[in-house]
């Protein structure tokens, strides 16, 4: 009886000393040679690249171990603040009250810029539309303009599809293009927008709805569904979505994409953030339709 | 040898007593735990600003009538598909197929029952709402209407194996006396079977309502999640938004103890207290019913 007694208690001692072991050695790891955890989650718009640069991390570096999650960049960084995560991913800027939220738990968040990115409005390719207006797309948004006629289509009602309140995409889109990047603007989405739970549900629906109009990153653009040339103004260029008019600055809608810290990052971490701003992982950022930040 | 097995019987008395409770005390946290995270919205948000036609949470919009609105009407549509179609089946099954149909629809209604609500909700939103879209010429086919339908499919398994086994446990001197009487077999059941079964077809019809308000995942991807104050019937063919569909989509997104984390921990203290009233509601009916027939009978 005693013996087992023993016996149990030293397993517990083993087990809760094999628990601690990969925690806490995120945060104090040096170099690559030792054992690393990292947590990160957020946007779903970074999310594949994020898998990507991870999976290359991986291979690199064989002892640290990456976990990437999707859920949205208001997810991301709500656990960043609830502490669950290392790096939120985020395709916004960080908001004031999640900023103090943060420094609520004595820390700071620490901003990195980590790719651009483009948001491509998008038809049914039945649509015969071909080019708008930021101020027309807009206007369609906010439930000015309710049917394609109005803007020289067929005669349709106009079915507006949108990201989740969660998503990045949705709170730049919202900024940028319905209130025309304007503060002051109150402008909200039309009531009857359709918030899709996901990029696929915007796909799917602009794939089989002549009527619908959506908006999402340029990676998750399919070549069944149709890209809307947009321009400033009614008398600057039409420009489609692509890397070159990102850079440029002649395609409109384009963004940068962020990966946010808790405090300054330390250890595997800090290595992990620094290779990512490296030219070689930069690459793995143009191949799947992201634009790099180096080479502005 | 004895007091061992007066002890072990002692155990699993407590044991099935204490499981007994465990319902009563876990309902009671679950309701005490919505009420600490859930009320102090009351104070944060204004009372003109929660019964705003607008749910927009990112901009301080916290007008919840859409989203009850969204839920009752999706759940209005589910019940008029299913409380038909699953109390029909119960009595086609109860009363009038022959042993063998009967062997083989009880199982098929029960895998039905087990089908994942995300399976139903994925086939609804790849398939059938295009699919309505096109046969009822509409805008787009994500409308509450695509939820009901699907909601329906969902809740009628559980309608009819509850009505069902509520139909069975009637004795069968009840039928013997009416169809002695010169009552044909469809008075029998109407006038007869079905109200002697009159509590359990209340509790199936019950349940059946509460799978139906309180699925999600489902009407999340099929309805369109546009929050709209339903007005008339001409809204079941539009896009709606339901309680459960929001606290879903929008949990992830909220930081802990913030305006908009109590805010949906009141919507789902606003869903616990409906189907409270739905239960109370019910029980009452079935409650007075029972003793005007006992009055009867005595």
Same mark, same amino acid.
């Given at each position: ?20 072991? /990969? ?25 594949? =690249? ?74 049914? /390719? ?171 | ?110 895998? =039905? ?28 086919? =994500? ?5 009901? =339908? ?149």
């Amino acid at each position: 009886m005693k013996k087992t007694v023993r016996l149990l208690s030293l397993l517990l001692v083993i087990l809760l000393s094999a628990c601690r072991g /990969p925690s806490t050695s995120a945060s104090q790891a040096g170099p690559q040679t030792e054992e690393s955890y990292i947590e990160n989650k957020g946007s779903d718009t970074i999310v594949n =690249l994020a898998l990507a640069w991870a999976e290359r991390y991986q291979e690199l570096y064989p002892k640290v171990r990456i976990s990437v999650t999707g859920g949205g960049s208001g997810t991301g960084i709500a656990a960043l603040i609830n502490g669950t995560v290392d790096i939120a991913n985020a395709s916004r800027p960080i908001k004031p009250e999640e900023e103090q939220s943060i420094e609520a738990n004595g820390k700071h968040p620490v901003e990195f810029v980590i790719a651009r990115d483009a948001i491509a409005v998008v038809v049914n /390719p039945e649509n015969p539309i071909n080019h708008l207006t930021l101020r027309q797309i807009s206007d369609i948004y906010s439930g000015k303009i309710n049917n394609w006629k109005e803007i020289g289509g067929e005669d349709r009602p106009i079915v507006r599809l949108s990201r989740e309140t969660n998503s990045g995409t949705h709170v730049y889109f919202l900024e940028e293009v319905l209130r025309l990047g304007d503060k002051e603007d109150k402008t909200l989405f039309a009531p009857n927008t359709l918030l899709m739970p996901s990029s696929e549900g915007i796909s799917a629906e602009i794939r089989d709805n002549p009527n619908a109009i959506g908006y999402d990153g340029l990676g998750y653009v399919t070549p069944d569904m149709k890209m809307i040339a947009v321009a400033r103004s009614a008398d600057e260029t039409y420009e489609l979505p692509s890397k070159e008019t990102v850079n440029d600055g002649s395609y409109p809608i384009a963004r940068d994409l962020y990966m946010y810290t808790a405090g300054d990052p330390s250890g595997a971490v800090e290595e992990y953030l620094a290779w990512i701003l490296s030219p070689a992982a930069q690459e793995i950022v143009s191949e799947l339709g992201f634009v790099p930040i180096i080479s502005k | 040898m004895k007091s061992s097995l007066s002890w072990s019987e002692y155990i699993i008395t407590q044991l099935v007593r204490v499981s007994g409770y465990s319902a009563i005390v876990f309902v009671a946290l679950i309701f005490f735990f919505l009420l600490r995270e859930g009320l102090p919205i009351i104070k944060e948000v204004s009372f003109g600003n929660l019964l705003n036609a607008r749910w927009y949470p990112i901009e301080d919009y916290f007008g919840i009538l859409p989203l009850i609105g969204g839920s009752v009407i999706v759940t209005i549509g589910a019940a008029m598909i299913a409380i038909p179609f699953g109390l029909g089946s119960a009595i086609f099954i109860a009363e009038i197929a022959p042993r063998w149909a009967r062997e083989i629809l009880k199982p098929f209604v029960e895998v =039905l029952g087990g089908l994942p609500s995300v399976v139903l909700g994925f086939l609804g939103f790849v398939l059938l709402a295009p699919y309505i879209r096109r046969f009822l010429a509409l805008p787009t086919g =994500l409308t509450a209407f695509t939820g009901s =339908l699907l909601l329906g499919a969902i809740s009628i398994p559980t309608i009819v194996s509850v009505a069902e086994d509520a139909l069975d446990a009637v004795p069968k001197s009840y039928r013997d006396a009416a169809l002695a009487m010169g009552a044909t077999e469809w008075q029998t059941i109407w006038r007869v079977t079905l109200p002697a079964a009159r509590s359990g077809v209340l509790t199936a019809v019950m349940l059946g309502i509460g799978r139906a308000i309180g699925e999600t995942m489902t009407v999340m991807m099929v309805t369109g999640n546009a929050a709209i104050v339903p007005t008339g019937l001409g809204a079941l063919f539009s896009p709606v938004r339901t309680m459960t569909a929001t606290i879903a989509a929008e949990m992830g997104e909220v930081a802990n103890g913030s305006v908009h984390y109590h805010m949906l921990f009141f919507i789902g203290l606003v869903l616990f207290l409906i189907s409270l009233i739905v239960n109370i509601a019910a029980s009452a009916v079935v409650f007075r019913q029972r003793k005007r027939s006992e009055r009867i009978l005595s």
